[in-house]
């Protein structure tokens, strides 16, 4: 552990064992330098307390990515919160309310919305013991509710803007889009891409949507999709999932998702270079959800204020297309680079 904290960067790591549960209760704290640290809440099991806790580190790190980037007032954080294989409803119950009474105990330290294995009504069971620190909550007066469709927005923002780069214009008919995960993000992005006429493809872990198919979207089988020619393959589900291998099958030009932390290591991104696979850093296109719904329950956004920001990830991604060009280093790289300033100037402004 000790290891991983020196190489995260992160400012502290709030770690609490659920005794009633057998549940390991991780936030994140990685920067407050632009702001409150804020991030989703993960909750699944993990093979290991190391996984859970590797993951808690590097998701709030792209949280703090994210934010930079989109020049959001907000720092990262991120709260991943392991649990045993089976939870009863009752248990599970009491695992949120003690988690949320964690949340509250901060302060403010941690501000929190939803993540994968987090619904509706358990934001909302937190948000009775953390009422002023959890966002999308049901119901609420001025809540915006559910974060999945900015977050779509911003994808195809971002989409758009990868087509822009290839071949001068962002018309998206019956160009072939791939969607890894028909979830709260993938659904709400295969919607739109197909409204946009785009021919698209997509695979998912459950069975396919009826909705998405009679639309015209095309489900090809979870192993068969990495091979699939595409233009644009869109990354949608759990991270982790460009390595060695899954690289050496992609037959696309771009990769342009909203899953976290999509590249296994930076030997990755070197693979996807070689292949002449332009990749758009996934803390760069999937901001959108974070930031609108922030944005709407902090500041009041307008649905014009809304639309603005999510333009803005497309013309920041295509700032990145152009800058990593300019000086021949990847597109992470040149994401970081923006990152780094913004965090540098907040610190000079201090
Ligand atoms: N799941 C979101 C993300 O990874 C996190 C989030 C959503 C945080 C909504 C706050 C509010 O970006």
């Not at 980037?69 to 119950?93: E, N, Q, T, W």
């Not at 998206?172 to 791939?178: D, H, S």
Request: proline share 3%; glycine share 8%; aromatic share 8%.
């Amino acid at each position: 552990m000790q290891v991983y904290l020196k190489d995260w960067g992160g400012e502290q790591l709030i770690s609490c064992f659920d005794q009633p549960t057998g549940s390991l209760i991780l936030i994140g704290i990685h920067s407050s330098i632009l702001g409150p640290a804020t991030g989703g809440t993960r909750m699944m099991s993990y093979a290991s307390d190391d996984l859970a806790i590797s993951d808690c580190l590097r998701l709030s790190k792209s949280m703090t990515y994210k934010f930079a980037l989109a020049d959001f007032p907000r720092g990262g954080g991120k709260a991943v919160i392991s649990i045993p294989a089976s939870l009863s409803d009752k248990d599970r119950k009491g695992l949120l309310k003690r988690y949320g009474q964690l949340v509250n105990k901060l302060n403010g330290l941690f501000y929190t919305g939803p993540d994968i294995g987090i619904s509706q009504d358990d934001l909302e069971e937190i948000g009775k013991y953390a009422p002023n620190y959890v966002f999308c909550k049901t119901n609420n007066q001025g809540q915006a509710n559910h974060s999945g469709e900015a977050t779509a927005l911003g994808v195809l923002s971002a989409i758009k803007s990868t087509i822009w780069h290839l071949y001068s214009n962002d018309e998206l008919e019956n160009k072939v889009i791939l969607v890894q995960g028909a979830g709260s993000v993938g659904h709400a992005l295969i919607l739109l891409l197909l409204e946009e006429k785009a021919s698209v493809l997509f695979t998912d872990i459950k069975p396919p949507s009826k909705i998405l198919i009679d639309k015209g979207a095309q489900f090809v089988a979870p192993e068969e999709i990495f091979k699939q020619e595409c233009i644009v393959f869109s990354p949608c589900a759990q991270g982790g999932i460009l390595d060695n291998e899954t690289i050496k099958q992609l037959n696309c030009k771009a990769v342009v998702g909203a899953a976290n932390n999509q590249l296994v290591n930076d030997e990755a991104l070197e693979l996807l270079r070689e292949k002449d696979i332009l990749y758009a850093p996934d803390f760069a296109v999937n901001i959108g959800g974070a930031m609108v719904v922030t944005g709407i329950e902090t500041f009041n956004w307008s649905n014009e204020k809304v639309s603005a920001e999510i333009e803005k990830i497309g013309s920041t991604l295509e700032l990145i297309y152009d800058s990593a060009e300019e000086k021949n280093i990847s597109t992470v790289d040149a994401a970081l680079e923006i990152v780094r300033n913004r965090l540098q100037q907040k610190v000079y402004d201090l």
